[in-house]
Nanobody
């Protein structure tokens, strides 16, 4: 059974940093086409944050986090990370890790939450001003 478990969330001040982790069990990340991070703030839709194409380690980012967030993968640990720097109040949300087996070549598909098959339970990130 595939399971994704996020960790690393918490409370941080504006301008601070956090690193989120997503550990997979039951299946290795290398067998997925794409692994991504999404977030959902209260009363809002779940939105794309970043993704990594495991083969080639190609990364993709939402414009709102480009230059501040970095997604990376660790094959031996079967873990994906999201390093978040220069955090803003608007980054406050529950952050979810997701994995997809679908072939995705365009940003419209990569950022589409419905193309991801497996999801973690989420980790809360709160940025206080």
């Amino acid at each position: 059974q595939v399971q994704l478990v996020e960790s690393g969330g918490g409370l941080v001040q504006t301008g601070g940093s956090l690193r989120l982790s997503c550990a997979a069990s039951g299946r290795t990340f290398s067998t997925y086409s794409m692994v991504g991070w999404f977030r959902q703030a209260p009363g809002k839709e779940r939105e794309f944050v970043a993704a990594i194409r495991w083969s080639g380690s190609i990364t993709y980012y939402a414009d709102s986090v480009k230059g501040r967030f970095t997604i990376s993968g660790d094959n031996p640990k079967n873990t994906v990370y999201l390093q978040m720097n220069s955090l803003k109040a608007e980054d406050t949300a529950v952050y979810y890790c997701a994995a997809s087996s679908s072939s995705m070549q365009t940003m419209s598909r990569i950022s589409n939450k419905y193309r991801y098959d497996y999801w973690g339970q989420g980790t809360q990130v709160t940025v206080s001003s």
